[in-house]
């Protein structure tokens, strides 16, 4: 299957600084990427899609100032979370839309102290 | 508002058994469907698919059927394998959209 990848697969932070997350399809282009975000024991949700060269397009309740989602190129997305604070520890994964499905990231374990 | 609802959160099964992965969805106008395994740590892996024009989907060990009247899916596993412990994300999408809708996992745990 397609491959996706994310850079760096874990981060530890201070609180009040920024994060940024790569999200690369390698072998195939994505106009259009997802980036979700998991919480212990519940469900992925969907934070904002990504299409390249327009904005983003979030969900309900993400901030967009806070969550910066650049899509800059067909296989490159990256989410930048600023002044990070010990509520945005999660785990954030990305994904590529593929022609028939989607296609995850492995995901990048976010600790912010 | 959880659209996609898995509502057991782990399921053990011993080896060589059959594993019943449940789904249910509340959004009638969902029209298709997938499952994923997911390993800790990593992302979701696609395992299997199905359309709402069908009711069943087979893919070697895996089958998967869609019960529209009940809006209830299933994820049969068999024989199931070790290797098959993870955590089994169903979800949900609409024609023409990309985004899709989780539920909340399943943990499987096959005993050997």
């Known amino acids: 299957g397609a491959v996706v990848s994310q850079h760096p697969s874990w981060v530890i932070c201070k609180s009040g600084t920024s994060v940024k997350i790569e999200c690369r399809s390698l072998?195939?282009?994505?106009?259009?990427m997802f980036w979700y975000r998991q919480f212990p024991k519940q469900s992925l949700m969907l934070m904002a899609t990504?299409?390249?060269?327009?904005?983003?397009?979030?969900e309900q309740g993400v901030e967009k100032d806070k969550f910066l989602i650049n899509h800059a190129s067909l296989t490159l997305s990256t989410l930048t979370v600023t002044s990070a604070h010990p509520e945005d520890s999660s785990f954030y994964i990305c994904?590529?839309?593929?022609?028939?499905?989607?296609?995850f990231g492995p995901g990048t374990r976010l600790t912010v102290l | 508002d959880q659209q996609v609802k898995q509502n057991s959160p782990s399921l053990s099964v011993q080896e060589g058994r059959i594993s019943i992965l449940n789904c249910d969805y509340t959004?009638?106008?969902?029209?298709?469907f997938l499952w994923y395994k997911k390993y800790p740590a990593e992302g979701p892996t696609f395992l299997i698919s199905?359309?709402?024009?069908?009711d069943k989907n087979e893919d070697g060990r895996f089958t998967v059927f869609l019960n529209k009247s009940a809006k209830h899916l299933s994820l049969h596993i068999v024989p199931s394998q070790p290797g098959d412990s993870a955590v089994y994300f169903c979800?949900?999408?609409?024609?023409?959209?990309?985004?899709?809708?989780f539920g909340t996992g399943t943990r499987l745990t096959v005993i050997p």
């Open positions: 959004n009638s106008m969902f029209d298709y």
């Open positions: 990504s299409n390249e060269g327009s904005k983003a397009t979030y």
């Open positions: 994904s590529a839309a593929g022609t028939d499905t989607q296609y």
């Open positions: 072998d195939f282009q994505a106009t259009t």
């Open positions: 979800a949900a999408q609409f024609t023409g959209a990309n985004n899709l809708f």
């Open positions: 199905i359309s709402s024009i069908k």
